[in-house]
């Protein structure tokens, strides 16, 4: 029995993005029925059914392998040489491709079947690049503006965390919460894909999605902390990403941000957000802190912590003023960073006021010291003085008492 590749994952995100991704090749490879299999979800997309037909064909793929590997071989090589075609027209990146083989490359390897990936993979083009780009500031306000509070919600928290867009699909109202400075909502603090294994990591969204939110959570009356994050308008049920994305671009189209329908636009519809927050965040963070808050592998022993260090919570807040959409956030963000530095000037110059002080205490109470001593000494001065004129009294006596002893012996001699 094959065991297909996304039964070794534990992540049911990882799962899906393993057998999302195994279509391209399948389908290349005519092991499903393209009528079975939508890319984008439209009339007749059913989820079940494409399921089924994705592991029937990687199925058939595995036991075509394992009898024919030069054949399965040539099918990879063939798909990449198309792939690379597309490479070269900057519609797919060289990532994209190697992502698209990950689940193959596992099926090949649970299932013992040898198949050597060094040359293959050294095929793939890496010198083309997706022609893609982020959304400007102005364009993310005009999306922000015209779009209903629930997609409102979607929009600030992906341009300021760079979350993408199916993390709404296991996001709970208990995984957004305030993060709080001496007391002071500062920002929000987000828990992406909670409970999925490695797949959960912690990030931070502006205090102006913060606010945006808890706006949201008041209209919907304060629901259950298992309650999904954004909530169709029944609010018992989540609005799934796919939808999410479909309301954008409606947006989109009702902004004339998009004008004309073509394979791939100047900005993904969902994905231009997270490059605006990319962009955006590494011209005010280090990068290893902007890529650990997108959920990136940053290759350090940090990584495995999810949870925040100090110093990209900082370095976020610095961030923020310039990941806010309103402008006046963005200006109450820049004031209230004006008001602590003057806050803090000020407190400087009250601790050097109450030192200078201080030391004025300190030289009077010196002073009063001197005072004493000096007031001591001229006590004892005045003592001595007294002393003096009470000896110079007894010499003086001490005279007259040898004149009239002289002067008796001397009539003493007279009379004799």
Same mark, same amino acid.
């Given at each position: 029995?094959?065991?297909?590749?996304?039964?070794?994952?534990?992540?049911?995100?990882?799962?899906?993005?393993?057998?999302?991704?195994?279509?391209?090749?399948?389908?290349?490879?005519?092991?499903?029925?393209?009528?079975?299999?939508?890319?984008?979800?439209?009339?007749?997309?059913?989820?079940?059914?494409?399921?089924?037909?994705?592991?029937?064909?990687?199925?058939?793929?595995?036991?075509?392998?394992?009898?024919?590997?030069?054949?399965?071989?040539?099918?990879?090589?063939?798909?990449?040489?198309?792939?690379?075609?597309?490479?070269?027209?900057?519609?797919?990146?060289?990532?994209?491709?190697?992502?698209?083989?990950?689940?193959?490359?596992?099926?090949?390897?649970?299932?013992?079947?040898?198949?050597?990936?060094?040359?293959?993979?050294?095929?793939?083009?890496?010198?083309?690049?997706?022609?893609?780009?982020?959304?400007?500031?102005?364009?993310?306000?005009?999306?922000?503006?015209?779009?209903?509070?629930?997609?409102?919600?979607?929009?600030?928290?992906?341009?300021?965390?760079?979350?993408?867009?199916?993390?709404?699909?296991?996001?709970?109202?208990?995984?957004?919460?305030?993060?709080?400075?001496?007391?002071?909502?500062?920002?929000?603090?987000?828990?992406?894909?909670?409970?999925?294994?490695?797949?959960?990591?912690?990030?931070?969204?502006?205090?102006?999605?913060?606010?945006?939110?808890?706006?949201?959570?008041?209209?919907?009356?304060?629901?259950?902390?298992?309650?999904?994050?954004?909530?169709?308008?029944?609010?018992?049920?989540?609005?799934?990403?796919?939808?999410?994305?479909?309301?954008?671009?409606?947006?989109?189209?009702?902004?004339?941000?998009?004008?004309?329908?073509?394979?791939?636009?100047?900005?993904?519809?969902?994905?231009?957000?997270?490059?605006?927050?990319?962009?955006?965040?590494?011209?005010?963070?280090?990068?290893?802190?902007?890529?650990?808050?997108?959920?990136?592998?940053?290759?350090?022993?940090?990584?495995?912590?999810?949870?925040?260090?100090?110093?990209?919570?900082?370095?976020?807040?610095?961030?923020?003023?310039?990941?806010?959409?309103?402008?006046?956030?963005?200006?109450?963000?820049?004031?209230?960073?004006? +008001? *602590? %530095?003057?806050?803090?000037?000020?407190?400087?110059?009250?601790? /050097? &006021? =109450?030192?200078? @002080?201080?030391?004025?205490?300190?030289?009077?109470?010196?002073?009063?010291?001197?005072?004493?001593?000096?007031?001591?000494?001229?006590?004892?001065?005045?003592?001595?003085?007294?002393?003096?004129?009470?000896?110079?009294? +007894? *010499? %003086?006596?001490?005279?007259?008492?040898?004149?009239?002893?002289? /002067? &008796? =012996?001397?009539? @003493?001699?007279?009379?004799?």
């Amino acid at each position: 029995m094959e065991t297909l590749p996304w039964e070794a994952l534990k992540s049911p995100v990882s799962r899906s993005n393993y057998r999302r991704k195994s279509r391209w090749l399948l389908e290349y490879g005519g092991y499903v029925d393209p009528r079975l299999i939508h890319h984008k979800p439209g009339p007749g997309f059913a989820i079940k059914e494409e399921n089924e037909e994705i592991e029937r064909g990687m199925r058939r793929f595995i036991d075509d392998a394992r009898r024919d590997p030069q054949g399965a071989r040539s099918l990879i090589l063939g798909f990449i040489n198309e792939m690379n075609m597309r490479i070269d027209a900057g519609e797919i990146s060289h990532d994209s491709v190697k992502s698209v083989l990950k689940p193959f490359r596992l099926a090949l390897d649970l299932n013992d079947i040898p198949f050597s990936w060094k040359n293959p993979l050294r095929l793939i083009h890496v010198h083309g690049t997706v022609k893609d780009r982020e959304y400007t500031l102005d364009e993310v306000r005009l999306m922000a503006a015209k779009a209903a509070l629930p997609a409102r919600v979607a929009i600030l928290f992906m341009a300021s965390s760079g979350i993408r867009i199916g993390a709404f699909d296991f996001l709970r109202v208990r995984d957004v919460a305030p993060l709080e400075i001496d007391g002071k909502v500062v920002c929000g603090r987000l828990t992406v894909y909670a409970g999925e294994g490695h797949d959960e990591y912690e990030t931070l969204i502006s205090r102006e999605a913060y606010d945006t939110w808890t706006e949201y959570m008041k209209i919907r009356g304060n629901p259950l902390p298992d309650a999904p994050a954004i909530a169709s308008r029944s609010g018992r049920a989540g609005v799934k990403a796919t939808t999410l994305k479909n309301v954008l671009n409606k947006i989109a189209w009702r902004t004339g941000l998009r004008k004309e329908k073509k394979k791939r636009h100047e900005v993904q519809i969902a994905h231009g957000f997270r490059k605006f927050y990319d962009n955006v965040a590494k011209d005010y963070m280090d990068e290893p802190y902007v890529e650990k808050l997108m959920g990136h592998d940053t290759g350090t022993k940090e990584h495995y912590d999810r949870h925040l260090p100090k110093p990209a919570i900082e370095q976020y807040l610095r961030a923020m003023p310039f990941l806010s959409i309103s402008e006046a956030y963005r200006q109450v963000t820049v004031l209230e960073k004006q +008001l *602590e %530095k003057a806050e803090g000037q000020n407190r400087q110059e009250m601790t /050097e &006021l =109450r030192l200078q @002080v201080l030391e004025s205490e300190r030289k009077q109470r010196e002073l009063e010291k001197d005072r004493e001593q000096l007031r001591l000494t001229t006590i004892e001065m005045e003592s001595l003085k007294k002393r003096l004129a009470a000896l110079g009294d +007894l *010499e %003086k006596r001490q005279e007259e008492t040898n004149r009239a002893i002289r /002067e &008796l =012996r001397r009539l @003493v001699d007279d009379r004799a």
